[in-house]
């Protein structure tokens, strides 16, 4: 029975067998007994071993029964043991696992390793807001530099520019006085011709 149980199909080929073997013992009694019924008239020594047969025919019944649900829960048993097993294999692999990653794992080198990170950061923060400071600082020198240069530039073209308003003034009061001295010219003329026209 150990080893039918221990095997899988082991155990459903003794479930099996047992199974069948209650179903034929009812029908191997029934003949038992009619055997009796027929020596029951005359009692002879056939009617006590057919007697003996139907006794034990009931008692295996009993114990196939109840080596049936022997075979039953401990075929759910072993099921259980198994899991169990599978269970605690991958508990085990898993603490291995564990133990493995804390040996790799010093909590000191990460604490280090954390801290000059930090450290290196703030440093590069620091640098970084430097520059920008420097760049900054930069940027406005060169913007004060060229406002002068701007405005010394614009001083310059401003001269220029009034002198040139200056000419262009000049210019401009000249030009009615030569305009009105030619109309002046054209007049003269206008009237001298008159003249010749009224004395012929």
């Known amino acids: 029975v150990y080893i039918l ?17 209650l179903f034929l013992l009812p029908l191997t009694a029934v003949s038992i007994f009619l055997l009796l019924s027929l020596f029951s008239s005359f009692p002879t020594q056939a009617a006590t071993i057919y007697a003996k047969q139907l006794v034990r025919m009931r008692q295996q019944k009993a114990k196939s029964l ?16 198994q899991s169990q097993a599978k269970m605690a294999g991958a508990m085990g692999s898993t603490a291995k696992t564990m133990a493995a990653v804390n040996q790799q794992l010093k909590v ?60 262009v003034g000049v210019a401009n009061s000249a030009l009615p006085e030569q305009r009105r001295t030619k109309v002046g010219a054209d007049t003269s003329d206008i009237e001298a011709r008159l003249r010749e026209l009224q004395n012929p």
């Open 108 to 167: 000191e080198d990460i604490q280090k390793t954390m801290m000059n990170f930090e450290k290196e950061s703030s440093k590069m923060e620091m640098a970084g807001e430097l520059m920008d400071d420097a760049v900054e600082s930069l940027f406005d020198d060169d913007e004060e530099e060229e406002d002068a240069v701007i405005s010394q530039v614009l001083d310059e073209i401003g001269i220029d520019v009034q002198q040139k308003l200056s000419g």
């Open 5 to 21: 149980v221990v095997h899988g199909t082991g155990a459903k080929a003794a479930t099996f067998y047992l199974v069948c073997s």
């Open 66 to 81: 109840g080596l049936s649900s022997t075979i039953t829960s401990t075929g759910h048993r072993m099921q259980v043991m």
